[in-house]
């Protein structure tokens, strides 16, 4: 156990559908990243909170959108699901927002039908 | 935009054969991270490193930052099946927070 908590861990869902994944980050943590991770695409940076602040942002769609609440956990949102949208999400806190290491979750596998 | 390159893409190799994974750049890194990510898990830091120069061995695996911080190698001695699994080169830039990652090298170590 990494200590960062995703759930679900598979969700399956039809095109045109929004989800909301989510993230608790190692106790101590105050970044939270969020990466997505397709076969031919890679690890992809979307974005990174800090202590409940945007602080990064990648190549994060239109339609996905993330927040970091108060406890610090935080949630993916992503809305008009289309079928290239199948791939993991992967959530990984660090303590500060300057990184030498992060810790990931296990995933979330996304599957869009 | 950065970007990370690795290579081999795959590689296959007899138990207690050394082998080694590249990890190249046109673009500097504040520091320099590998991870290990096995089947159905998210990737597991195995080393940072920040220092141009800088060797770092953790047990078999010797991990190295080249001298201008643009590429890095990681170097396994006498592999085991255990060593099995997806390594992950990742740069982290100026500001040091969001990570650039390598596309991976699969590595199959077989008894």
């Known amino acids: 156990d990494s200590g960062v908590t995703q759930t679900p861990k598979h969700l399956i869902t039809a095109t045109g559908q929004r989800v909301t994944l989510r993230c608790s980050p190692r106790s101590g943590d105050l970044s939270v990243y969020w990466y997505q991770q397709s076969l031919d695409q890679g690890l992809q940076f979307l974005i990174q909170?800090?202590?409940?602040?945007?602080?990064a942002k990648g190549n994060i769609l239109e339609r996905f959108s993330a927040q970091q609440f108060p406890d610090l956990h935080s949630e993916l949102n992503l809305s008009s699901l289309e079928l290239g949208d199948s791939a993991l999400y992967f959530c990984?806190?660090?303590?500060?927002?300057?990184?030498?290491?992060?810790?990931f979750g296990s995933g979330t596998r996304l599957t869009v039908v | 935009t950065q970007l990370l390159e690795q290579s081999p893409q795959f590689l296959s190799i007899q138990e207690g054969e050394n082998l080694t994974v590249y990890c190249n750049s046109s673009?500097?890194?504040?520091?320099l991270q590998w991870y290990r990510q096995e089947p159905g898990e998210g990737p597991v830091l195995l080393v940072t490193?920040?220092?141009?120069?800088e060797v770092k061995k953790l047990k078999r695996l010797t991990f190295q930052f080249g001298d201008a911080r643009k590429d890095s190698s990681l170097h396994i001695t006498a592999a085991q099946p255990g060593d099995t699994g997806l390594y992950l080169c990742?740069?982290?830039?100026?500001?040091?927070?969001?990570?650039?990652f390598g596309g991976g090298t699969r590595v199959l170590v077989k008894p």
């Open positions: 990984a806190s660090s303590v500060s927002g300057r990184t030498y290491g992060y810790t």
């Open positions: 990742a740069g982290a830039g100026a500001a040091g927070n969001k990570l650039t």
């Open positions: 673009s500097v890194f504040s520091s």
């Open positions: 490193v920040v220092t141009g120069g």
């Open positions: 909170y800090y202590n409940g602040e945007e602080r």
